[in-house]
């Protein structure tokens, strides 16, 4: 009951805030969306296929701080968001390296749907592996961001892991629908027709590597992102959604990962 009532709280003191309202989702901003994409995964592609595999690699001091335990983020270029028409992209790189683990061990608890409600709640409230075909995957995750307000998002995604050789993997996974849900666990709830409803999240997209060495696994991911622009005069409340949970978020599951997989040693 105190969860049902904080979600409620969230939606309501979000759409009680004046000049807060329903936003539509342009074409020409899934086009900008698209062309980032394009050329990231370009990026990353050839990082997969390079010896500069890890992105950790790149600065010493990234791999100190996971070495010794810390999930990091840092913007995947400049400040990590980008502004375009109608609306705004938000690029994070994020590590954690698990001493002592294996590499099917990791893919094999990250591959496991079913139970990514148990693992990552609460910001994961339900989760289900739709379907499957070899390593590809058709994924639900029902989502709670929380911040300044809260949000609670039913999400679907294709998911595509491509192993390498016996220590390293990698895997693509694209938000194929993503509707945010009105009353969330009452008896009123809903879903609002996506792209057209608040804006926080229209987009996802997550990029993952994994590799066995130094006597455990490093497990990294990029994400990407599309949200609403900020409206004027309403960044106090926009901003903690739109712009610091895509970290906040990334350094949690990351974090949430690690701590799972050591406590299944």
């Given at each position: 009951m105190k969860m049902l009532t904080a979600l409620s709280y969230g939606v309501l003191l979000f759409t009680s805030v004046p000049g807060i309202t329903t936003v539509e989702l342009q074409p020409h901003t899934v086009e900008a969306f698209d062309r980032y994409v394009r050329l990231a995964e370009t990026r990353l592609d050839r990082r997969a296929h390079s010896p500069d595999f890890l992105w950790v690699d790149g600065a010493s001091d990234?791999?100190?701080?996971?070495?010794?335990?810390e999930a990091i983020a840092?913007?995947?270029?400049?400040?990590?968001?980008?502004d375009v028409p109608d609306g705004s992209i938000h690029d994070?790189?994020?590590?954690?390296f698990i001493r002592g683990a294996r590499l099917?061990?990791?893919?094999a608890l990250v591959?496991?749907?079913?139970?990514?409600?148990t693992i990552y709640k609460p910001e994961v409230q339900d989760s289900k592996l739709v379907g499957r075909i070899?390593?590809?995957?058709?994924?639900?995750?029902?989502?709670l961001k929380k911040q300044v307000i809260t949000v609670v998002l039913n999400t679907n995604?294709?998911?595509r892991y491509f192993p390498l050789d016996a220590a390293r993997c990698y895997s693509e996974s694209h938000s194929t629908r993503i509707a945010e849900v009105n009353n969330p666990g009452g008896p009123e709830e809903r879903e609002m027709e996506p792209g057209r409803d608040h804006g926080f999240l229209w987009r996802l997209n997550s990029y993952w590597r994994f590799e066995e060495r130094d006597g455990g696994v490093y497990v990294e991911c990029e994400a990407i992102s599309l949200t609403r622009s900020v409206p004027a005069g309403l960044g106090w409340l926009v901003n903690p959604i739109v712009r610091t949970l895509p970290k906040e978020s990334l350094e949690n599951s990351l974090r949430t990962l690690r701590q799972a997989l050591l406590a299944r040693r």
């Open positions: 990234r791999k100190i701080k996971v070495q010794r335990g840092e913007p995947s270029a400049g400040t990590g968001d980008t994070w790189t994020g590590a954690v099917t061990n990791v893919l591959q496991d749907y079913d139970s990514h409600k070899g390593d590809e995957y058709q994924v639900y995750l029902r989502l995604h294709d998911v």
